[in-house]
């Protein structure tokens, strides 16, 4: 995972690159890694295409974002989140403390806080979390 800043009119903004690893094959499996790889799991596994395999990978992501199935995503977060409705300190990098009940995320996957004494509910982007 990578923080990649930025500034609009003078703000500094960060964007967050992440990544998904996908074994595709193994020449010999680590031992002391509990993993696989998508060869292995493949009784034909000999006319396995990777790249065939990445551009359907590819093409779902594609097809999930343009169907706006953002509300879908939303709502399984929503079904396992460990600090759903919870008091949460948020600690961030500009040292700005943030504490507030868990309400939801938003579309755009930010974390909507309820602060005491506030009507409009905070966008939390980054940082450190805990229940207090």
Partial sequence: MHSLPYRIKKKQ?????????????????????NASAIFESFDDSVNFDPVSFIE???ISIENFILENRTTDLIHEFSKRDIFKSETLKISQKNKRVI????????????????????????EVYSGSIECV
């Fill in 13 to 33: 903004l960060y964007k967050v690159v992440l990544g998904m690893g996908i074994n595709l094959a193994w020449k010999a499996p680590p031992v002391d890694l």
């Fill in 56 to 58: 359907l990978i590819t």
């Fill in 99 to 122: 504490i507030g009940k868990n309400m939801a995320i938003n579309h755009q996957g930010r974390l909507l806080v309820q602060e005491k004494n506030k009507t409009e509910l905070t």
